[in-house]
């Protein structure tokens, strides 16, 4: 799978290496890998379970716990049902911060389930090399390809071949409070680092700053992702992605930002010890309930947020804008990171999860699915359903963007994205340095 990929007005290369080209449509804008650990064995019986007419029961694993993210799944896999009567689908929720750990634990003993969350990039890669995922290249119907769009599709593929679905668009940015931004004098988003630094102590004054959930690691390393997406050309993120070293000047700049950028304590009181997206204290609830003014997070902000609401509604001021220009660096001011949640068949999945997989994609699905989670679909005929300012303003820098990459930890596969989470939150806990970071990363990149 490509590891960063480049967007303009021409068709899709399939032999470009790194890169892929979308055309500059709504449908194209998932120029993102899904992340995913794959699965194996599922509790649905083989490849031909389901034929003839006998029962199927599979297995759902997600990560919507509470909320209309919950209900959206309840009623989806029940419509399914309906209309599939010999299928029973059995639903679990896993809080999002423990799935990838479930997941793993599940693929080690065989006993994974047959439709779960997938988020791709080096992870899915190489579950697919171990034969775990399930080849769902043939069972993507035309009326699917026709929805979705080819570009968007190719992002759950591995050497040309389907092994999961997008369901929505997931870039990164800063969510932010229009309100607060506001009341403390702030009048336009911030567009370059110097500006973020004018805003943030304006926001501080008046009792909001960003809020970050250090505690489960990941958002805190979202900082430093962001950095070296400034600091670093697309060839050396590539680069990096391929020979897993991490030797280019770049990724010690990046580290040397994010450093400078900490030490003006820009984050919320005891962010080390606070939870991304659980309770009115996560960083998420922070900003939901005005005591935090921003957060860097991707697209599925605005769904976590909500949920936290005290009325659990949608922030009726929230706005969104992209990581700042930061100067210095070889990366394009205009990129953006992010992702695109998927899913996937585990390897023994019966062909009743890809006709699943199909159904997730159809235009009542997918417009249940951007209500429920305020995400953007991927499906170009649920796209009218969108009206959100802040989820236009997320299409808008997209189109405006040279390239996307992916998260750096999918990117760079599990042991290489843990030791960079740790690195970054012992940096920003003053327990360690720059080269901290990169000798874990380089050392952990070693063990494969």
């Not at 634990?105 to 171990?130: C, H, Y």
């Not at 309100?179 to 304006?202: H, I, Q, R, Y």
């Not at 400078?260 to 984050?267: E, I, N, Q, S």
């Not at 009206?387 to 599990?414: C, F, M, R």
Request: aromatic share 8%.
């Amino acid at each position: 799978m490509g590891d960063i990929f480049r967007k303009h007005s021409e068709t899709f290369d399939s032999d470009e290496v790194g890169f892929v080209a979308p055309k500059k449509t709504l449908a194209m804008a998932v120029a993102v890998a899904l992340s995913a650990l794959g699965m194996a064995a599922c509790t649905g019986g083989d490849d031909e379970g389901g034929s003839g007419g006998g029962n199927v029961e599979m297995q759902l694993w997600h990560n919507a716990t509470t909320g209309p993210g919950k209900a959206f799944w309840d009623k989806t896999v029940a419509d399914f049902q309906t209309a599939h009567p010999n299928v029973k689908i059995k639903i679990q929720q896993v809080q999002n911060e423990d799935l990838d750990g479930k997941l793993q634990t599940a693929l080690n003993s065989g006993s994974a389930p047959d439709i779960f969350l997938q988020r791709g990039g080096g992870k899915m890669a190489a579950m697919v090399e171990a034969g775990q995922l399930k080849d769902i290249t043939a069972d993507i119907t035309d009326a699917t390809k026709q929805a979705v769009g080819e570009a968007a599709l190719k992002t759950g593929q591995v050497d040309g071949k389907a092994y999961s679905v997008p369901v929505s668009i997931l870039p990164g940015g800063l969510w932010y409070s229009k309100d607060l931004f506001s009341k403390a004098g702030v009048t336009a988003p911030p567009t370059t680092l110097e500006e973020l630094n004018t805003a943030v102590t304006k926001l501080k004054a008046n009792g909001t700053p960003i809020a970050l959930g250090a505690k489960d690691a990941w958002p805190a390393a979202h900082w430093y992702y962001f950095f070296a997406l400034r600091a670093c050309s697309p060839a050396a993120l590539d680069a990096a992605a391929k020979d897993k070293t991490f030797t280019d000047a770049c990724w010690t700049k990046a580290g040397e930002d994010l450093k400078a950028f900490a030490d003006t304590k820009p984050f919320n009181e005891g962010f080390l010890t606070t939870s991304a997206q659980q309770g009115a204290g996560s960083s998420a609830g922070l900003v939901a309930n005005y005591k935090a003014s921003m957060e860097l997070m991707g697209a599925w902000d605005p769904g976590v947020i909500a949920s936290l609401t005290k009325d659990t509604k949608p922030l009726p001021d929230l706005g969104y804008f992209p990581f700042p220009a930061v100067p210095g660096g070889q990366g394009d001011p205009a990129a953006i990171m992010g992702g695109a949640d998927g899913y996937s068949c585990s390897a023994q999945a019966p062909k009743e999860c890809a006709d699943f997989l199909n159904y997730i994609l159809t235009k009542d699905v997918q417009e249940g699915y951007y209500k429920a989670f305020n995400a953007l679909p991927v499906s170009k005929e649920a796209q009218g359903a969108v009206t959100e300012d802040y989820l236009k303003a997320v299409l808008e820098a997209y189109n405006k963007a040279p390239y996307v990459s992916q998260w750096l930890d999918t990117i760079y596969g599990q042991n290489v994205g843990n030791a960079l989470n740790v690195g970054v939150v012992n940096l920003l806990a003053g327990k360690g340095d720059v080269a901290g970071i990169l000798q874990a990363v380089n050392d952990a990149a070693k063990k494969g």
